[in-house]
């Protein structure tokens, strides 16, 4: 099982940007990595993902507007957020599940899933 921490959420005006790390227990190298967010009442959705080749997935409200990135050598995940709206205002979580893209909770059983990090983005 990794341990995943995920830092950096925070409070921000629309059109503000923010970056998410998520840290691992262990090493990244061998992993897709995702970010997913749970906004109050709504599903978890699957933001970004980063396969261990490096492809990238994004959902389509984000792109152009999200950037997910990993440093290895410091098992570290990132999620660039740039021109935030308050549409983006959602608890955000990093995992391992590399099959998800829609669930009630972000707790799914396939991967490994970190405690989540606020995001809120006031208009």
């Known amino acids: 099982e990794v341990h995943l921490v995920e830092s950096g959420g925070g409070s921000v005006q629309a059109g503000g940007s923010l970056t998410l790390n998520c840290t691992a227990s262990?090493?990244?190298?061998?992993?897709?990595l995702s970010w997913f967010r749970q906004a109050p009442g709504d599903e978890c959705e699957l933001v970004s993902r980063l396969t261990i080749d490096g492809t990238t997935h994004y959902a389509g409200s984000v792109k152009g507007r999200f950037t997910i990135s990993r440093d290895n050598a410091e098992n570290t995940v990132y999620l660039q957020m740039s021109n935030l709206n308050p549409e983006d205002t959602a608890v955000y979580y990093c995992?391992?599940?590399?099959?998800?893209?829609?669930?009630?909770?972000?707790?799914?059983?396939?991967?490994?899933w970190g405690q989540g990090t606020q995001v809120t983005v006031s208009s």
């Open positions: 262990e090493s990244l190298d061998d992993h897709t």
């Open positions: 995992s391992t599940d590399e099959v998800t893209a829609r669930a009630g909770d972000c707790d799914s059983p396939y991967g490994d």
